[in-house]
């Protein structure tokens, strides 16, 4: 890739040092996100029920859809937001970004996360072995989409 260079600087993205143990730090935010959209689901399921009670069953109909649902609330509002980073991203010192520079919007951020969820039904842990061998540490959904996960500390 070419590094962009502004006023004689290297951009934070073309630095080696961004990428410095972000595959371990991503594994480690996806296990806290996962345990904040569990603890998350349970009000709305508590809602779901009292809504099938008033429906008389109908409602219980959302169950099927809850968790997707909870999670891609959560993935639109922390990961679309200016911080770009999930709340476990943030735990982790890392966030995403576009290598074209633009603010990533919640739209996007759901596209991300669809496309690491169908990668992994179709083609199991494999999406994530491509990180061993990218540039940039990239998994097989960063790479479609044009996106880097880097430090934000660095």
Request: charged share 20%; with cysteine; aromatic share 8%.
């Amino acid at each position: 890739m070419n590094a962009r260079v502004l006023d004689g600087e290297i951009s934070r993205l073309d630095d080696v040092r961004a990428y410095d143990g972000v595959r371990t730090r991503r594994v480690l935010a996806f296990i806290i996100d996962y345990c904040i959209v569990a603890l998350l689901t349970i009000p709305f399921a508590i809602l779901v029920f009292f809504l099938g009670i008033l429906t008389l069953g109908l409602g219980w109909m959302l169950f099927s859809i809850l968790v997707p649902a909870v999670a891609i609330l959560y993935i639109w509002n922390t990961l679309g937001s200016a911080d770009q980073a999930t709340t476990g991203m943030k735990m982790m010192g890392i966030r995403l970004d576009r290598l074209d520079g633009t603010r990533i919007d919640g739209l996007t951020a759901v596209v991300h996360s669809v496309l690491f969820w169908a990668g992994n039904v179709i083609l199991t842990p494999l999406v994530l072995l491509v990180s061993l061998f990218a540039d940039r540490k990239r998994t097989l959904h960063d790479l479609l989409l044009g996106m880097v996960v880097s430090r934000s500390d660095r």
